[in-house]
């Protein structure tokens, strides 16, 4: 029966720690909005805007580098929380830093936030989630991603609209029209407060309490989130899992994890060589380089927001009917296809018309509900839990370094190579990851992460 592996309270559990993609994907798109009116106001050159921009990302390092030492020592519980109390500070500290520099501390704060939130809430939500459902629950964090960027999107247009009205106190004005770029800050200290309340409430993950020795803790943790029967027996699993593993000292680096840590580097890498984030960042910048007006191009790239959204939502559906595999075939075929085409159109200058919009949205509609969701999902189920923080930070930090290498080339490849090849290079970047993914990557849907050992490292 379905509630048997699938309770309120893991629903509860899991849906609130993917509000950490939700501050994720907020934080990393607000400063798109607020960037043109902070360069204004404190006369920010070039390399002043470069880092306040970059800040965010040295956070991000920093963030997934203190989470793989953090949460085993403290606890993935008081991580998470200290990564939502990061995202408040900042939300604050944006809002009203005395000067720039405070503003870069700020960021940056935000920026550790992310990083820790990207490590630790899908690795919860695969600790917590029974294995059948665990890719649609994984695939919640990449939706409040999505609804984390879209939310910026809406609040910076909306604080940009009301700044053209009057207001009736000097204070007012100031803050939402003179200033506007700190009420855009200012909204992520909402979710960041809800997120920090809710977690409250959120249990310790029993796969960490077995290996601190703490298994009657983990026990009661289980009962209250399983059925009868069905706790007993994965406490047990849990517990096989972690004598043995103890009795072996494994490390990370070990020979044994060698093939999840190149599938978890290369998928995490591959996700960003996509050009996932040039298209949702530059979206506008590509449309009015192809010709489209400036409102409307403001206008598809809220559309761009509502497809990643809503395409989210197959994978969430899918992903543990049909598997890994099978979504990522398809979308990564979708988007080679789309990624090609959308280089044709620039190369022979047919980007004026519908034909360009309509293959970025099927090139995010792919990306939503494969690579997107699957990425975090395979990182985050395919490592034992002796080491699972190390490697999916390892991970992780592989795919915040890829992030920065596009952010860093995309301009200069538009520049110097032009839209048509950069297109194309994301595309063969896409098609290296197709073949991987069909070659390499292992079919995990439905295991325990206690069975995936045999997956991966025992002999077949
Ligand atoms: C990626 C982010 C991207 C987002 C877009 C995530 O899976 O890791 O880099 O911005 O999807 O929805």
Redesign the pocket.
């Known amino acids: 029966m379905e509630q048997h592996s699938f309770s309120l309270k893991t629903q509860y559990i899991c849906i609130t720690v993917a509000i950490g993609g939700l501050l994720f994907?907020f934080d990393?798109a607000v400063i798109s909005g607020a960037i043109q009116l902070i360069k204004t106001q404190f006369s920010l050159d070039t390399a002043m805007e470069g880092w306040l921009v970059s800040s965010g990302l040295v956070g991000c390092i920093i963030g997934v580098l203190v989470t793989g030492i953090l949460s085993d020592r403290i606890g993935r519980k008081k991580t998470i929380q200290l990564a939502a109390v990061l995202f408040l500070l900042s939300a604050l500290g944006c809002t009203f830093p005395p000067n720039f520099s405070l503003l870069v501390v700020a960021r940056m704060l935000g920026g550790i936030g992310v990083g820790m939130a990207s490590v630790i809430s899908p690795m919860l939500i695969a600790e917590f989630a029974p294995a059948d459902k665990r890719g649609r629950m994984i695939a919640y964090y990449?939706l409040a991603?999505?609804v984390g960027?879209l939310l910026a999107y809406f609040s910076n247009a909306l604080l940009i609209k009301g700044a053209e009205g009057t207001f009736t106190s000097e204070g007012l004005s100031w803050f939402f029209k003179t200033e506007a770029w700190r009420p855009m800050f200012l909204v992520m200290a909402i979710p960041s407060l809800v997120f920090l309340l809710l977690l409250g409430r959120i249990p310790e993950s029993p796969r960490w309490l077995v290996t601190m020795g703490q298994p009657q803790k983990a026990l009661a943790i289980l009962q209250t989130i399983r059925m009868a029967g069905v706790a007993e027996k994965e406490f047990e699993d849990i517990s096989r899992a972690a004598t043995k593993a103890t009795a072996d000292n494994r490390s990370v680096l070990a020979a044994a994890f060698r093939l999840p840590l190149i599938i978890g580097i290369v998928l995490a890498v591959f996700?960003?060589f996509s050009g996932?984030?040039a298209i949702?960042y530059y979206g506008p910048s590509i449309f009015e380089a192809a010709g489209i007006d400036k409102n409307n191009a403001l206008l598809f790239q809220v559309i761009i927001g509502a497809v990643?959204l809503l395409f989210t939502i197959v994978a969430i559906k899918w992903v543990d009917k049909y598997g890994r595999k099978f979504l990522l075939f398809t979308g990564l075929t979708g988007i080679v296809v789309s990624l090609v085409f959308c280089g044709v159109l620039f190369y022979t200058g047919n980007t004026q018309g519908p034909l360009l919009l309509v293959l970025m949205l099927v090139y995010i509609a792919c990306f939503?509900f494969s690579l997107?969701?699957v990425?975090?999902i395979v990182i985050n189920e395919i490592f034992p839990t002796d080491i699972r923080v190390k490697a999916v930070s390892i991970c992780t930090l592989a795919?915040w370094i890829a992030?920065w290498v596009v952010g860093q080339f995309f301009p200069w490849l538009i520049e110097n190579v032009g839209p048509a090849v950069t297109f194309w290079i994301f595309a063969g970047c896409s098609l290296i990851n197709f073949v991987f993914s069909w070659k390499v990557v292992k079919e995990t849907k439905g295991k325990t992460l206690e069975e995936m050992e045999n997956v991966f490292i025992a002999p077949h």
């Open positions: 994907g990393t990449q991603i999505t960027i996700q960003q996932i984030n949702i990643n939503a997107g969701p990425t975090w795919l992030v």
